[in-house]
């Protein structure tokens, strides 16, 4: 079972990436003049420096360069920019320090550099072995190249992870069943498998709405769902969380930081933060249009847009939100340390009756296999 003891993380954000995927609604943004890298180098150390300023003290339990393509940044400039974390906050030695990159920026010497500079951990955005797949969802790479990047990380890195998408149009359970067991047999110790969703204001969002993107149905989204759950378990990685997958012990530390609702900085365009201040968390994001960001920086010392404290039961509605993603479940006493309020013990008693949760004996309450499907409904009746 976590603890609620301080745990901190940083989160990075490089915003740029060589193209947009149909999919996509992260803050990532295409440029075809050249990148004024050294400026945003100098943005990020100054946003660092001042955040540190107003949460000074914290020992950091991982980093995570996110994005964006953060292999498009030169080592040089990663290796700059942990010393810089390393500056203002104490690192220790075994701090994980997780890099994402796309199968297209992965070069042997360009991953020995980010090895040099402190990374110790990849994530690749694999997204599909399949060329037809990566064709629609407008990756870059081919299935070929892909698992070239991952043997290559696989050399490069002790640790390393890749993502997948699934429940792809027209995409059948064998066909799934197939690729996933592929994907196993060329992972270490996680995966992250993401059903497709539609995300608004996406090219994929106008295509489905127009009837020129079809997806599997929702019984067919669940049957590759229960696939994936049977198939990971079988090979020894169970879901730790909703999408992500583990071997005992591997799971990405930073991302259980934001789901155990632990305290993080969010640096550069767009990134949120959690941080704890006089005893009141504070909510934090940053402008999410990399030049402005930038131009805020360089006039305020910092790219904050809004910060906003937040309510006993807003934290615990947020505790609840995240934790209840986890396998591992939440501890109840943290829940109403935070609110000042316990679990309504009625509404936990009828979601155990149907089967979507469980009470283990370590105290932990979690969502039973039977419930992650239908997750946003179990947190909203335990939230109400």
């Known amino acids: 079972m976590q603890n609620a003891d301080a745990t901190f993380g940083v989160y990075v954000h490089w915003p740029f990436c060589l193209s947009k995927c149909p999919y996509c609604d992260f803050n990532s943004h295409v440029r075809h003049a050249a990148i004024d890298e050294?400026?945003?180098?100098?943005?990020?150390?100054?946003?660092?420096?001042?955040?540190?300023?107003?949460?000074?003290?914290?020992?950091?339990?991982?980093i995570f360069l996110g994005g964006g393509t953060p292999s498009l940044m030169q080592p040089e400039t990663v290796g700059t920019i942990l010393d810089t974390i390393a500056k203002h906050w104490?690192?220790?030695?075994?701090?994980?320090v997780t890099l994402e990159a796309n199968p297209t920026s992965v070069e042997a010497t360009r991953f020995r550099g980010y090895r040099a500079a402190g990374v110790n951990r990849?994530?690749?955005g694999v997204q599909a072995l399949d060329d037809a797949s990566l064709r629609e969802l407008g990756r870059l790479h081919t299935a070929q190249e892909a698992l070239d990047a991952i043997a290559i990380a696989r050399k490069s890195f002790d640790r390393y992870s890749f993502d997948l998408i699934y429940a792809r149009p027209r995409q059948t359970p064998q066909q799934w069943e197939s690729e996933l067991k592929r994907a196993i047999g060329e992972a270490a110790e996680h995966l992250s498998l993401y059903q497709l969703t539609i995300e608004p204001e996406t090219p994929f969002h106008a295509l489905h709405k127009a009837g020129k993107l079809v997806i599997p149905d929702d019984d067919t989204g669940r049957a590759l769902y229960d696939l994936t759950q049977e198939i990971c378990?079988?090979?020894?990685?169970?879901?730790?969380e909703v999408s992500n997958h583990a071997r005992a012990g591997a799971q990405c530390r930073h991302n259980l930081v934001y789901w155990r609702a632990h305290e993080y900085a969010g640096i550069g365009p767009g990134a949120h933060g959690r941080l704890d201040i006089d005893g009141r968390r504070h909510a934090v994001m940053t402008e999410?249009?990399?030049?402005?960001?930038?131009?805020?920086?360089?006039?305020l010392g910092h790219g904050t847009i809004t910060d906003e404290l937040l309510t006993a039961e807003e934290r615990a509605d947020e505790f609840l939100l995240m934790g209840l993603r986890l396998a591992e479940g939440i501890d109840p006493a943290r829940y109403q340390a935070l609110s000042g309020r316990p679990l309504d013990p009625d509404r936990i008693a009828n979601l155990t009756a149907i089967g979507f949760v469980e009470c283990g004996g370590d105290g932990c309450l979690r969502v039973t296999p039977a419930g992650f499907p239908v997750l946003d409904a179990v947190v909203a009746d335990l939230a109400a």
């Open 38 to 62: 050294p400026r945003f180098l100098r943005g990020f150390q100054t946003e660092i420096a001042s955040t540190a300023a107003r949460a000074p003290g914290r020992a950091v339990a991982s």
């Open 90 to 96: 104490t690192v220790p030695s075994d701090v994980e």
């Open 233 to 240: 378990g079988n090979a020894g990685l169970p879901a730790y």
């Open 122 to 124: 990849v994530s690749l």
């Open 288 to 299: 999410k249009r990399p030049e402005t960001w930038l131009m805020r920086v360089e006039s």
